[in-house]
């Protein structure tokens, strides 16, 4: 390995420095700083209308942000145009609604992105694609369209969808919130396993004991800001503020 591919390695692959952000006179991020590592699971958790999506959605640009700075590999977020689709084609993103083209096959919906944006030919594209799909368990859903899907189904095609963009990371917004109970862990699952492979993913959820069970760190959002972050053992267990104590609380009872 050569010495500047030793440096990259103690690059984070994500970092905000003092993001601040707001929507009119609601100031939803707060001097957020976090920095991610390669390979590294921190998993947001937080209660609702604390910034968990919108700094999720700041680190590809889905948001743009007031002040501060957003690193990726150490470069900072393009603003716009080739760069910006370039860096976004790199952070793959999961949101709680799939997203997926109704129109399109799950299977040219996973290989659309790899077609147009890496010009991957057909062949190429659809042997990743279908490998990809039975690595999430939807391989034989390959030729229907979405509406033919299951929720967990759609979200694990389109999990897949983000990982044929050979991603160096990736984001998930609240990944399960759209879907019937018995659909959560098989999608969860599947976020395991990458997780296990080596991803390095950031996931704002409400799925505690997916937190504790993954997370390298549990980050804990209220009010804009980050409040306490740890490993989750020690979080969930020991929490030092007391938000973090009262929100742990109020999840408890559910």
Do not use: W
Not at 231 to 246: W, Y
Request: aromatic share 4%; charged share 25%.
């Amino acid at each position: 390995m050569s010495q500047e591919h030793a440096g990259e390695k103690n690059v984070p692959v994500i970092e905000l420095r003092h993001v601040d952000k707001h929507y009119g006179d609601l100031h939803v991020l707060r001097d957020v700083s976090l920095s991610v590592a390669r390979g590294e699971v921190v998993v947001i958790i937080g209660p609702s209308g604390s910034g968990k999506s919108t700094l999720c959605r700041t680190i590809n640009r889905l948001e743009t942000i007031d002040s501060g700075e957003i690193l990726i590999e150490g470069e900072p977020l393009p603003q716009e145009g080739r760069e910006l689709a370039r860096m976004r084609s790199e952070l793959g993103m999961v949101f709680q609604q799939f997203n997926l083209f109704a129109h399109m096959s799950v299977l040219d919906n996973v290989t659309l992105g790899p077609r147009e944006v890496l010009g991957q030919q057909k062949e190429e594209a659809e042997r990743y694609a279908l490998e990809l799909l039975g690595r999430v368990g939807v391989a034989e859903q390959a030729h229907k369209v979405p509406a033919q899907l299951s929720g967990g189904q759609q979200q694990r095609a389109a999990i897949a969808r983000s990982l044929a963009m050979r991603p160096k990371a990736m984001l998930f917004d609240e990944p399960t919130s759209a879907l019937d109970p018995e659909m959560i862990n098989e999608v969860l699952d599947v976020m395991v396993e990458l997780a296990r492979g080596g991803m390095t993913m950031i996931v704002v959820t409400h799925e505690m004991g997916f937190a504790r069970r993954v997370a390298d760190r549990v980050v804990f959002m209220a009010d804009g800001q980050i409040v306490e972050e740890g490993v989750p053992d020690a979080f969930f267990d020991h929490p030092k503020s007391q938000r973090a104590r009262d929100f742990l609380d109020s999840i408890k009872g559910h």
